[in-house]
Nanobody, 116 residues
Framework: QVQLVESGGGLGQPGGSLRLSCVVS????????IGWFRQAPGKEREWVSC????????HQPDSLKGRFTISRDNAKNTVYLQMNSLKPDDTAVYYC?????????WGQGTQVTVSS
């Protein structure tokens, strides 16, 4: 059974940084991808980034390049989302997800609040 558990959210200062973690279990190899979405109150879900575990290839929207960086540690089955230069608009619940065997799997989400 695939499971994803996020951590690392909390209160961040404008201009500050936070690092989110997503621990993945249930895969028998590194042939899978992990992505991050976020959802703010009253807004649609927004794709943030994704990474291919086998070789570390990443993708993210241009709007977040330069501020958000996704990485992975295969030995720890963990994907990280480093968020720098935080803005109040980054306030949202952040979810990691994967797709395998015809279905999506999501973590429980971690709240990020950016406020002074």
């Amino acid at each position: 059974q695939v499971q994803l558990v996020e951590s690392g959210g909390g209160l961040g200062q404008p201009g500050g940084s936070l690092r989110l973690s997503c621990v993945v279990s249930g895969f028998t190899s590194d042939a899978y991808n992990i992505g991050w979405f976020r959802q703010a109150p009253g807004k649609e879900r927004e794709w943030v980034s994704c990474i291919r575990m086998r070789d570390g290839i990443t993708h993210q929207p241009d709007s977040l390049k330069g501020r958000f960086t996704i990485s992975r540690d295969n030995a720890k089955n963990t994907v990280y989302l480093q968020m720098n230069s935080l803005k109040p608009d980054d306030t949202a619940v952040y979810y990691c997800f994967t797709y395998t065997n015809g279905r999506m799997y999501w973590g429980q989400g971690t709240q990020v609040t950016v406020s002074s």
